[in-house]
């Protein structure tokens, strides 16, 4: 299901910023099982590994920028799916690190060019804001999976964002 290239020399060490105790603590060890060992699993140990790393440095910035809208990539995405499906995990590890429920709104830049738009420029202040505490954004690439709804991620070339392109 996950097809993905993924340059995995950018360097994993925090530059300097240090994730939020409440964050590194958290535990995909099911989610990791699932994912790269079930017969449900869509991609390898290797690349678990960087998607846990990223998603924890978003929830990072979301820690950090609680005020900010902020647009993960595909993969980051992907990953929080996953996580929000074991709901009672999901549930309890919100409340760990924010104190509240982090809800996610699947349909930013889905209703019309203003909303694309305003979905990409949102998606570019996530990454200056990951730069800064993070260093380069990660070089990677997804191969587009028609028929998906992409509205809740990173903004994508693939034509799957207009209804009907992939038909």
Not at 118 to 141: A, C, H, M, V
Request: hydrophobic share 35%.
């Amino acid at each position: 299901m996950t097809n993905l290239a993924i340059n995995l020399t950018t360097d994993s060490t925090l530059q300097g910023a240090i994730l939020p105790t409440s964050i590194e603590a958290l535990n995909f060890d099911k989610l990791k099982l699932k994912l790269t060992s079930s017969n449900e699993a869509i991609m390898s140990k290797e690349v678990f590994h960087f998607a846990e790393q990223e998603y924890k440095r978003f929830l990072a910035l979301k820690y950090f920028y609680p005020k900010e809208t902020l647009v993960p990539n595909k993969l980051v995405d992907e990953f929080w799916h996953a996580h929000i499906l074991d709901t009672r995990s999901y549930h309890m590890d919100c409340l760990k690190v924010f104190g509240a429920y982090m809800h996610h709104y699947p349909y930013f830049g889905i209703h019309d060019e203003l909303d694309q738009q305003n979905l990409e420029s949102t998606f570019k202040r996530t990454k200056e804001l990951y730069e800064i505490w993070f260093g380069p954004y990660p070089d990677f690439t997804r191969a587009a999976r028609c028929g998906d709804d992409h509205a809740c991620h990173a903004p994508s070339s693939c034509a799957c964002r207009v209804p009907g392109a992939c038909k």
